[in-house]
C-alpha cells in the first residue's frame, strides 16, 4: 500500500483499491443478483412480471433503508423511519383521493417537504436537547404513528392513476412494465449518493459520522449536518411512504406495518456496509440491500419455505451478518 | 453549545434547584406520579378509589417486571427490543404447558425467557454485536418461530391454568392487592438488593459506565454481558406470564405494545441509556407513571391515536427535562 | 523563583512592555501586537484550567508556549482555536475584540491552528477532506511540496496515512489559509527529524512574512533554537515571558515547574533490589506488527525499571502486550518463570500483573463513587458476584489511606482533580493485591504535590517487595523512582542506564540521538 509514490503506479492499483473501499456495496449487489438468478430458476416463469414485482414491491424498504443509512453514516438512528412512512402514507391518501396526476405530484412534493421539515426538527431537538436519539426517534414513532391513525383513522383514501403508474409502471399498480419502478429507485438514490460524496454538506455527514471531533475542529457545522441528516432521511422515508400508497392504491396506518418497516431498516443498511457506528457505507450499498432483503421472501416461498419459517431464516441470517461484521470490525480494529 | 456538549468539555452550572432536584429524582417522580394521580382524579372521581389504584397498579406490574429488564440493560450501555416477544414466547409456553400444573408451566416459560436472553448476550457480549440489532433479530426469530408454532405444536394453547389467572389477574385482601402487585414487590426487592449489593450489580454499572476500564481491570466483560440478557430474559418471560394471567388468553400481540413503554419507564425513571447511571427504584416509578397516564387517557376517551401521541410527548418532555436538569442524555 | 524575572530584551524592536511579576501581574500593550488575550480564566465543572492568562504575541516572531503537563497550555490553545469559550477575558486580534465561539470565527480572525491529533476525518481522502473544509488542493500541494511530500496520494483515506504525514497535511491547509498567527501544538512530537526541519523552515518562512507562530512542544531544544519569545504557564497563570536564549534551559525548566521542582529532583531513595531478588516479569523477543521490534527485559521484585522513551516510539504496544491486552506476534512474555499467554487482561491480572494505563479515561469509572472505583476488580470472578466482598471495606480502607483520597471531595470520580483520579486508579491495585505493577505515564498532567506521593508510594510498594515498570515522559523525574532505565526507540531497547546517573539529558540524548544518526 504505498500511499506515497509514484504518481504513475497508483493507476494501476486504482481497482484493487477501488474494491476495497468499496467491498461490502459490490457484494450487496453481486448477492442481489445471485438471489435473483437463484429465484429464476425456482419457478417455472421468470419475466419481466417478476421483475416488475420485486422492483415495485422493495420501493418501501428501499427508500426507508436510504433514509435511515443517511441518518446512521452521520452518526444518528432514527427509530421512527417506519412511524414516518406510515404517517406520510397516511397524509397522502387522504389528500390525493379523487385528485388529477399534476395535483396529486404538487401534494407528493408537498409532503416530502413536510416530512423533511419533521424530521429535520426531530434532528433539531436531537442536538439542543442532548437527549440520545434512540430515546427521541422512539418517542417520536409514539407521536408519529399516532397522527397517522388520526389522520387515516381506518384504511382508505386513494391516489390518481398517473402517480401510481409512476411508481409502479401501471395504473392498478400490477403490471409488467418495470422501468418506472427502477427509474424512481435509481433517480433519487444516485443523486443522494452523488450529493453526498461530492459536496461539502454531503461530506459534512460523513465527518460528523466518522469523527465529530476532528470534523468540529475543521469548522464543520457538526450540528447543521446532524439536522440536514435528520431531514432528508425524513424525505426518503416520505418516499416510501408514497411509494407504498401507489402499490397499494389506499393508505394505511396500522402501527405494525411501521415498527416492522423500521427494524428491517436497520438491518437493511448493516447488510448494504453502513456502519452502526457512523460515517463508513454507501446509500447505494444500503439500497441494495434493502432489495435482498426483500427478495429473500419471495425467494423462500418459491422454496416451499413458509412464510413463518422464512421470518426466523431472516432473523437468523441477519444475526449471523451482524456476528461476521462484528468480527471484522474487531480484527481491523486490532490491526491499527 | 451543541458541539462542546457533544465533546463533553463544557458543564452547565444548573440553578440551586436544579441541583436539588437533580440529587433527589425520585422525590420529583413521587410528585410527577401524584399530580397526575390527582387530574386523573379530577377527570374521572371514581378513580380515587382502591378499585381504581388497584387497576392502576395491576396495569402497571408487568410493566415495571419488562422495563426493571430494561433497566438492567441500559446500565450496562444495552437495551432489549426483543423483551416483548420473549414474553410473548414465555407466555405460549406456559400455556402450553398448563395441562401439566402451573409449576411445570411457569418454570419452562421462564427457562424460555432465560435461553433467549442468553443467547441475546452471547451475541452482544462474545460476538460484540450492537445490542440494538442482536435483540431486534432475536425478536424477529422469535415471532417467526411462535407464528409456526401457534399452528402446529401450540395449537390450543391459548389458555393458562388457574393458578396462573389468579397470579396475573387476582387481587386479595378483600379484592383490593393484586396478586401481581406481590410478585411484583418481590422482584423490586430482589432487583434493587441486587443492583446495590451485589458484585455483579457493582459489574453491572461499572461496563455502562466505562467499558474500556473495566476490561483493563482484568474483568471479563462477555460474562456480565451474558449474565445482563440472561436476566433480562427471566424478567421478560416472568411479565408475560402474569400477562397472559391477567387476560386469560395468550396471542402474539400479547406483549408487542409494552415494548416501547418499557423503554419509557426506565427514561423517566432516570436510568441513562449510554449506561453506568439509573435506578430500579426510579424505573417503578416511571411504570407507575406511565400506568396513570394510560389509565387517565382511556377516561378521557381520547382513542387510541390521541394516547399514543400525548404517549410520545410526555416521554420526550420528560426524557428532556432529565437530560436539562442532570446534564446527562 | 528568587525575585521577579528580567531579560524581556529581545531582537525586535517591537518589543516595548514591562516584564510581570511571578505571579503575572498584567502587561501593557502596544497596539501593534497581532494577538493579545487578557485575563482569560476557563473552568470545566470543579477544575480550573486556567485562572488568569495574559498571552501577547507580537507580529513577526515565533512565540513559544511552555508549561508542564496540566499547566493550561492546551486549553488556551482551544480557546484561541475557537473550539472553548473563555469564562472570562478578552482576546483581540491586531488591536480589535474578537468573540471566539466556534473554530469558524477563529479561522476567519486569522488564526489557525495544527492540533496534536490532526483533524482530518478518518474515513474521509485527502481529498475530501480538503473539499470539505473548502480548501484547494493546488495551494496545498504547493505547500507540501515545500515539504517533501509532493507524491502525496489525495485518494488516500486519512486512516491509512502515518500520524507525521496527517500533521504535515494539517500544517499546509492551515498555511492555505495564509493565517496571521499559525499555532502548532506539539507538531514535532513522534516527528521524525528531517520533517521536524521541514516544519522548521515554514515557520521560519511565516516569521519572514511578518506573521507569527505560536509554537507548543515540550522540547526545551527547539525553543532555544527557534523561538524568539516564550510564555511561561503554571498552574493556569503565565508566570514568565522573556527570550529563551536569555535565561537558557535551565531557566526555562525552572519557571515552568517552580522551586519545588529542585526538590522534587533531587530527592534520594535507597534502591530496594538485590541481585538475589528473583525475577517476576520477563520478555523474550517479543514482537508486535511493526511497533515492538524484539524487546527482551526483565524485572526483578522490588526493582523500578523506567522506560524512557519520546512519543510513539511503541512503548504504547508494549505496556498493551505486558498487561494482556493484546498478543505478541512473536516471543514469550514470563511471569514468574511461567509463560502468561494472556487472551485478555484477566489472565494478566490473575497472575498478579496490572496495569496503570496514562490515559484516566480508559481507567477511572467517571460517574460512579469513588469506593466502587476502588474495588471493582474484586470482582473478576464469577464466585464473587453474588454479594459484596466481605473484605472490600477494609481493602478500600486500606488503599484510601495509604494513598490520602479524600473520599468526600466529590460523589462521582469523574469530578476529581486530575492527581486524585490518578490516585485512585493506582489505589484500585493496592485494594485488589498485585506482583508487578505496570505504570504508564502516571504522573502525566499532575500537580506536582500528588506526584511527589505518588513516587514515594511506589517506592515504598517496591520496598516491600514489589516489583514495578514505568513509563514516564518526565525524564527529569525518572533518577526519582527508578532503579534503572531502559531507553526505548523505535520498538526495541536501545540502551539500560543506571538511574543514579541518569540524567534528562543523557536520557534525551540517548532517546534523540539514534533519531539524528540513524535513516528515517
Same mark, same amino acid.
Not at chain 1, 185 to 203: C, D, N
Given at each position: 500500500m504505498t500511499v506515497i509514490g509514484e504518481r504513475s503506479r497508483i493507476r494501476k492499483m486504482d481497482w484493487r483499491r477501488w474494491l476495497r473501499r468499496h467491498g461490502w456495496t459490490v457484494a450487496a449487489w453481486a448477492l442481489l443478483l445471485a438471489l435473483i438468478g437463484f429465484y429464476a430458476t425456482l419457478i417455472p416463469r421468470f419475466g419481466a412480471f417478476q421483475i416488475s414485482s420485486i422492483a415495485k414491491n422493495s420501493l418501501p424498504l428501499v427508500y426507508l433503508s436510504v433514509a435511515q443509512a443517511v441518518i446512521v453514516i452521520a452518526g444518528g438512528i432514527d427509530l421512527s423511519v417506519g412511524a414516518m412512512l406510515v404517517l406520510t402514507n397516511s397524509i397522502a391518501a387522504q389528500l390525493m383521493v379523487g385528485q388529477s396526476f399534476p395535483i396529486t405530484l404538487i401534494i407528493a412534493l408537498g409532503v416530502i417537504l413536510l416530512a423533511a421539515g419533521i424530521n429535520g426538527g426531530v434532528g433539531w431537538i436531537i442536538s439542543i436537547s442532548r437527549v440520545p436519539d434512540i430515546v427521541v426517534t422512539l418517542a417520536t414513532s409514539f %407521536?408519529?404513528?399516532?397522527?397517522?391513525? +388520526?389522520? +387515516?383513522? *381506518?384504511?382508505?383514501?386513494?391516489?390518481?392513476?398517473?402517480?401510481?403508474?409512476?411508481?409502479?409502471? *401501471?395504473?392498478?399498480?400490477?403490471?409488467?412494465?418495470?422501468?418506472?419502478?427502477?427509474?424512481?429507485?435509481? %433517480?433519487?438514490?444516485?443523486?443522494?449518493?452523488?450529493?453526498?460524496?461530492? *459536496?461539502?454538506?454531503?461530506?459534512? +455527514?460523513?465527518?460528523t459520522g466518522s469523527d465529530p471531533t476532528a470534523a468540529y475542529l475543521s469548522a464543520v457545522r457538526t450540528a447543521r449536518a446532524k439536522v440536514v441528516s435528520y431531514a432528508v432521511g425524513g424525505a426518503f422515508a416520505a418516499l416510501g411512504g408514497l411509494s407504498a400508497l401507489a402499490i397499494t392504491g389506499s393508505g394505511e396506518s396500522r402501527l405494525s406495518t411501521g415498527a416492522g418497516f423500521t427494524l428491517r431498516s436497520v438491518a437493511a443498511i448493516v447488510l448494504g456496509g453502513v456502519a452502526l457506528t457512523g460515517g463508513v457505507g454507501s446509500v447505494v450499498g444500503a439500497a441494495a440491500a434493502g432489495i435482498v432483503l426483500f427478495t429473500l421472501s419471495p425467494v423462500l416461498s418459491a422454496m416451499g419455505i413458509d412464510p413463518n419459517t422464512a421470518q426466523v431464516i431472516q432473523g437468523a441470517l441477519i444475526v449471523v451478518v451482524m456476528m461476521v461484521a462484528g468480527i471484522v470490525e474487531v480484527r481491523r480494529q486490532r490491526s491499527e | 453549545m451543541t458541539a462542546e456538549t457533544r465533546l463533553g468539555l463544557d458543564d452547565e452550572d444548573q440553578a440551586r434547584w436544579a441541583l436539588r432536584l437533580a440529587e433527589h429524582p425520585l422525590i420529583v417522580l413521587a410528585t410527577v406520579l401524584v399530580v397526575l394521580v390527582l387530574v386523573t382524579g379530577v377527570i374521572e372521581p371514581r378513580y380515587l378509589s382502591v378499585s381504581g389504584i388497584r387497576n392502576t397498579v395491576l396495569l402497571a406490574a408487568p410493566l415495571g417486571i419488562m422495563a426493571g429488564a430494561q433497566t438492567i440493560l441500559m446500565l450496562t450501555g444495552g437495551i432489549d427490543l426483543s423483551v416483548g416477544m420473549i414474553a410473548t414466547a414465555a407466555a405460549y409456553v406456559a400455556g402450553n404447558q398448563s395441562p401439566n400444573g402451573a409449576a411445570l408451566a411457569i418454570a419452562l416459560g421462564l427457562l424460555v425467557g432465560v435461553a433467549a436472553g442468553t443467547v441475546n448476550g452471547i451475541g452482544v457480549g462474545v460476538f460484540r454485536v450492537n445490542p440494538l440489532i442482536m435483540t431486534l433479530a432475536m425478536s424477529a426469530i422469535l415471532l417467526g418461530l411462535f407464528t409456526a408454532l401457534s399452528f402446529t405444536v401450540l395449537q390450543g394453547s391459548t389458555t393458562v391454568a388457574p393458578f396462573i389467572k389468579t397470579l396475573g389477574g387476582g387481587s386479595f385482601w378483600g379484592n383490593r392487592i393484586p396478586y401481581n402487585a406481590v410478585v411484583w414487590t418481590g422482584v423490586s426487592v430482589l432487583i434493587v438488593y441486587g443492583l446495590r449489593q451485589t458484585g455483579l450489580g457493582r459489574l453491572l454499572y461499572a461496563v455502562g459506565d466505562n467499558s474500556v476500564a473495566v476490561r483493563l481491570a482484568g474483568i471479563r466483560i462477555w460474562q456480565v454481558h451474558i449474565a445482563a440478557y440472561a436476566i433480562a430474559g427471566l424478567l421478560a418471560a416472568l411479565a408475560g406470564i402474569l400477562l397472559a394471567g391477567r387476560t386469560g388468553a395468550v396471542d402474539l400481540q400479547l406483549a408487542v405494545n409494552f415494548l416501547l413503554p418499557s423503554v419509557a419507564a426506565a427514561v423517566i425513571g432516570g436510568t441513562s441509556i449510554f449506561g453506568g447511571v439509573g435506578t430500579y427504584g426510579g424505573t417503578i416509578f416511571g411504570a407507575l407513571i406511565l400506568g396513570v397516564l394510560a389509565t387517565m387517557l382511556t377516561f378521557l376517551d381520547a382513542g387510541q391515536a390521541i394516547q399514543q401521541v400525548v404517549y410520545g410527548v410526555i416521554v420526550l418532555g420528560l426524557a428532556w427535562l432529565y437530560a436539562r436538569v442532570t446534564g446527562i442524555g | 523563583m528568587s525575585g521577579p524575572r528580567r531579560g524581556l530584551t529581545s531582537s525586535s524592536p517591537r518589543a516595548g512592555y514591562q516584564s510581570p511579576g511571578p505571579r503575572g501581574t498584567p502587561i501593557e500593550l502596544t497596539s501593534g501586537s497581532l494577538l493579545a488575550s487578557r485575563n482569560v480564566a476557563k473552568r470545566f465543572g470543579s477544575v480550573v484550567a486556567l485562572r488568569s492568562v495574559d498571552l501577547v504575541v507580537e507580529p513577526g516572531e515565533i512565540h513559544a508556549l511552555l508549561g508542564a503537563n496540566g499547566a493550561g497550555k492546551s486549553t488556551l490553545v482551544k480557546i484561541l482555536s475557537g473550539v472553548h469559550r473563555q469564562d472570562s477575558g478578552e482576546i483581540t486580534v491586531h488591536g480589535g475584540p474578537v468573540d471566539l465561539r466556534r473554530p469558524g470565527d477563529a479561522q476567519g480572525a486569522g488564526l489557525a491552528t495544527v492540533f496534536q491529533d490532526p483533524a482530518l476525518i478518518p474515513d474521509l481522502t485527502v481529498g475530501q477532506n480538503l473539499r470539505l473544509t473548502d480548501v484547494p488542493e493546488e495551494s496545498v500541494r504547493a505547500w507540501l511540496d515545500r515539504m517533501g511530500l509532493s507524491s502525496l496520494d489525495f485518494d488516500a483515506l486519512a486512516r491509512e496515512l502515518p500520524l507525521p504525514v496527517l500533521r504535515l497535511l494539517d500544517l499546509a491547509r492551515a498555511l492555505v489559509r495564509e493565517p496571521s498567527l499559525l499555532m502548532l501544538d506539539e507538531i514535532t512530537a513522534a516527528l521524525p527529524a528531517d520533517q521536524a526541519e521541514q516544519v522548521f523552515a515554514v515557520m521560519d518562512e511565516w516569521k519572514e512574512r511578518g506573521r507569527s507562530v505560536l509554537f507548543i512542544t515540550h522540547r526545551l531544544g527547539e525553543v532555544l533554537r527557534m523561538c524568539d519569545r516564550a510564555t511561561v504557564l503554571r498552574d493556569g497563570r503565565h508566570v514568565a515571558v522573556f527570550a529563551p536564549r536569555d535565561v537558557g534551559e535551565s531557566g526555562l525548566v525552572e519557571a515552568m515547574l517552580g522551586e519545588v521542582a529542585r526538590e522534587v529532583r533531587e530527592a534520594q531513595h535507597t534502591p530496594t533490589v538485590e541481585s538475589s531478588s528473583p525475577v517476576v516479569l520477563e520478555t523474550v523477543e517479543i514482537r508486535s506488527k511493526e511497533q515492538v521490534n524484539g524487546v527482551s527485559l526483565s524485572l526483578r521484585a522490588g526493582e523500578v525499571l523506567g522506560i524512557a522513551a519520546l512519543e510513539g516510539q511503541g512503548q504504547d504496544r508494549l505496556f498493551e502486550l505486558l498487561s494482556g491486552d493484546r498478543r505478541p506476534d512473536s516471543g514469550e512474555i514470563l511471569v514468574n518463570g511461567e509463560p502468561l499467554n494472556a487472551r485478555s487482561p484477566f489472565d494478566a491480572v490473575s497472575r498478579g500483573v496490572v496495569l496503570v494505563p496514562s490515559d484516566r479515561l480508559q481507567a477511572l469509572l467517571p460517574k460512579r463513587p469513588i469506593r466502587e472505583n476502588l474495588g471493582m476488580p474484586l470482582y473478576s470472578r464469577i464466585s464473587r458476584w453474588f454479594s459484596i466482598a466481605a473484605d472490600e471495606g477494609a481493602r478500600v480502607d486500606n488503599a484510601v489511606e495509604r494513598l490520602s483520597i479524600d473520599t468526600r471531595a466529590a460523589r462521582q470520580a469523574g469530578k476529581l482533580s486530575g492527581g486524585n483520579q490518578q490516585k485512585v486508579v493506582v489505589g484500585r491495585w493496592l485494594a485488589a493485591g498485585f506482583r508487578v505493577l505496570l505504570c504508564f505515564d502516571p504522573t502525566r498532567g499532575i500537580d506536582v504535590g500528588t506526584k511527589q506521593q505518588i513516587y514515594e508510594l511506589l517506592r515504598e510498594l517496591a520496598a516491600d517487595g514489589a516489583a514495578i515498570l514505568i513509563y514516564t515522559s518526565e525524564l527529569a523525574e525518572i533518577p526519582l523512582v527508578c532503579d534503572r532505565v531502559l531507553v526505548f526507540y523505535g520498538g526495541q531497547v536501545v540502551g539500560e542506564q543506571p538511574a543514579a546517573t541518569a540524567t534528562e539529558e543523557s536520557l534525551l540524548t540517548a532517546a534523540h540521538g539514534i533519531v539524528e544518526k540513524g535513516a528515517v
Open positions: %407521536i408519529l404513528s399516532g397522527v397517522a391513525l +388520526l389522520v +387515516l383513522p *381506518s384504511p382508505g383514501g386513494g391516489t390518481s392513476e398517473g402517480f401510481r403508474a409512476m411508481f409502479t409502471g *401501471s395504473a392498478t399498480g400490477s403490471g409488467t412494465n418495470f422501468w418506472p419502478s427502477l427509474v424512481v429507485m435509481a %433517480i433519487p438514490v444516485g443523486l443522494l449518493a452523488f450529493w453526498m460524496r461530492r *459536496s461539502r454538506t454531503g461530506l459534512s +455527514l460523513y465527518a | - | -
